[in-house]
């Protein structure tokens, strides 16, 4: 086993044992085609359909309102479902960054944030994701990352902040950031699109509890869901597309692929990120791949693990400056390095938090003041006139800390950072005068980078290496794109690209 694969509980071993666990639980069984008719509980076709539309979207995140209005630009007839009483699921509250190297407003060329490019993008998801990325998948989304933005703003009428961001991982300023800072912002664009295209409704409280396909040679035929007024089967005409997101909120499941990510951990996603999507889509034959990769989010709130608007602040104010302190008040890994590698290096500090301390002059390249001021009155920010007085409330020894600074304001004036080889760039500023903020941060389960395996096309892959007829999914519910650890702000290009090559070609189908 590989350090790699040690470090994320990734090997071979556990991989399999998962799996094999999966296949072989009895309510998993291809409909109507008996294998082991001991171990495999063998559902039956209905004998009728309840309704039907041309494409059903499973899911109302980034990808499944993608899928949505492509495919009703098409003139598809669309069902869209979420199990959740609210739609928009992980995507209504992640974070609002949106990687892409060029776009309409040119905001890093305007603000002149140095060089960027496609190449650059793909190159930096690649190692970001130690090259176990499928290489055709993320060239896909460099290339349209910026045009799916553009469309979004467009289209969708969205409002960017006037910023962008270098975020751990990367090698540019690319992480552009919505109004409110939330993922909210590209859900109502979506949304906005998808209504506009003629989608009527989402079916909230509707979940998915089968995929009915015939055999292993014939196309998925509908779906099983339990709703409000009981069970219903709905016909697919023309395709299926999966857009439900990951397990992150699934212990179980979590524990089966990567034992390392135990219950000790929160996560940041809502309740409905369960994965049972993904055990119903192998049910029918569909490969997996990478289910052992598993983020944490560095920079959590301590205490609940969620990831609000502060929780924020540690990943973007390093490329203004900003810096990260361990409970001794002393940095202890390079503030632009990956998710996986901050998490591994705060868990390794030997306290319970580890913490972001800016300054005044940070906030505009970031947020709003106002913003701020809102996370003093809520207890998430701190803020004083001195060093001495931000280590008195962050918990950390005085002189410490302010040694830390000093040192670090040295290494930035010198442009070499000898401790942990952090890459300086002419917008970082030094902490010199007040006031002073910090936030509190400490890991929690964010997103996984494994899923189903798909094709350039976004078509479900079958274990036998050939597409599943009229089945296409999109998102965090596939794998392959982001290799064993996701670059922060790749997600929402990742869902929304490939929701909208899943709607364009679902509506292709033939019914």
């Known amino acids: 086993m590989s350090d790699q694969n040690a470090a994320s509980g990734c090997g071979r071993r556990s991989f399999m044992k998962g799996a094999l666990a999966i296949a072989a639980a009895p ?160 859900v109502d664009a979506l949304k906005k699109i998808a209504e506009r295209n003629g989608v009527k409704k989402i079916r909230l409280r509707t979940k ?101 608007k502060y929780a924020l602040y540690p990943s973007r104010m390093p490329s203004y400056g900003g810096i990260f302190v361990d409970y001794k008040g002393k940095r202890f890994v390079s503030e632009l390095e990956r998710r996986d590698v901050v998490s591994r290096a705060e868990i390794n500090s030997g306290g319970k938090r580890a913490f972001t301390v800016f300054t005044d002059k940070m906030i505009p390249n970031v947020t709003t003041p106002e913003e701020v001021q809102n996370g003093i009155a809520a207890g998430r920010v701190w803020k004083a006139s001195t060093l001495a007085d931000l280590a008195r409330q962050m918990g950390v020894p005085a002189t410490a800390l302010e040694e830390t600074i000093a040192r670090h304001n040295q290494f930035l004036k010198e442009g070499k950072d000898p401790q942990f080889n952090k890459p300086f760039t002419p917008q970082m500023q030094a902490i010199g005068e007040g006031p002073y903020y910090s936030v509190a941060q400490w890991p929690s389960v964010h997103h996984c980078m494994g899923g189903l395996r798909i094709n350039p096309q976004a078509q479900v892959i079958d274990i036998w290496g050939q597409p599943i007829p009229r089945l296409y999914a999109a998102g965090e519910v596939t794998g392959g794109v982001h290799g064993s650890n996701r670059l922060g702000a790749n997600a929402s290009p990742d869902a929304i690209v490939f929701g909208r090559i899943a709607g364009a070609n679902a509506a292709r189908e033939k019914e």
């Open 208 to 308: 998915l509890t089968w995929i009915w396909r015939k055999d292993p040679a014939s196309p998925v035929l509908g779906i099983e869901v339990d709703t409000p007024r009981g069970t219903r089967n709905i016909r697919v005409k023309k395709a299926l597309v999966l857009t439900s997101g990951g397990f992150s909120r699934d212990l179980q499941m979590r524990k089966m692929f990567n034992p390392n990510i135990s219950d000790a951990y929160n996560s940041t996603n809502q309740p409905g990120a369960t994965g049972e999507v993904i055990r119903y889509a192998q049910a029918i034959g569909a490969d997996v791949l990478q289910l052992c990769f598993i983020q944490l989010y560095p920079t959590a709130d301590p205490d609940s693990g969620t990831l609000d």
């Open 27 to 186: 309510a998993f069984a291809l409909n109507g085609f008996r294998g082991d008719a001991e171990a495999a509980a063998v559902r039956m076709l209905p004998k009728q359909w309840d309704e039907e539309a041309d494409i059903v979207i499973v899911g109302s995140g980034f990808a499944g309102l993608s899928a949505a209005a492509e495919a009703a630009s098409r003139g598809s007839s669309i069902m869209i479902i979420e199990k959740m009483p609210i739609y928009g699921g992980n995507s209504r509250i992640n974070g609002g960054g949106y990687n892409a190297w060029t776009d309409m407003l040119k905001l890093r060329e305007t603000l002149k944030r140095g060089e960027d490019s496609a190449d650059l993008h793909y190159q930096d998801t690649l190692k970001g994701g130690d090259y176990y990325n499928m290489p055709e998948l993320v060239r896909i989304l460099v290339d349209n990352a910026p045009v799916a933005l553009d469309w979004m703003l467009k289209e969708g009428d969205l409002k960017l902040k006037n910023v962008i961001i270098r975020i751990g991982g990367h090698s540019a300023y690319r992480d552009h950031v919505t109004l409110d800072g939330t993922g909210r912002g590209y």
